[in-house]
């Protein structure tokens, strides 16, 4: 069973940066894609990046291409999205995700691909 937690979630002001972490549990056998989502009070999950299980593929919303970056360290099991220039609109809760074991190395922003979830974390941007 995988397992998910992320962390670096807090309070900036606009333009400012955060880095948001995902750990995922090392109890598997094949390293997995994994997605960055977002949800926000009132409005729907959205999709924000995804990772190749290799990293050398990656995918982003438009709302945040060119502000956001995703990457992983393997040998920490470890996924990072560095988040800068941050606005009032992109506060929301940030929740990383894993596919199902039958499809570990699918990458996509679709919430409904993805089995595995962590808790959330928190993001506010606001002066």
């Known amino acids: 069973q995988l397992q998910l937690v992320e962390s670096g979630g807090g309070l900036v002001q606009p333009g400012g940066s955060l880095r948001l972490s995902c750990a995922a549990s090392?109890?598997?056998?094949?390293?997995?894609?994994i997605a960055w989502f977002r949800q926000a009070p009132g409005k729907e999950r959205e999709g924000v990046s995804c990772i190749s299980a290799s990293g050398g593929t990656t995918y982003y919303a438009d709302s945040v291409k060119g502000r956001f970056t995703i990457s992983r360290d393997n040998a920490k099991n470890t996924v990072h999205l560095q988040m800068n220039s941050l606005k009032p609109e992109d506060t929301a809760v940030y929740y990383c995700a894993a596919p199902p074991p039958s499809r570990f190395k699918l990458c996509a922003l679709r919430g409904d691909y993805f089995t595995f979830w962590g808790q959330g974390t928190q993001v506010t941007v606001s002066s």
């Open positions: 090392v109890f598997t056998e094949n390293l997995y894609a």
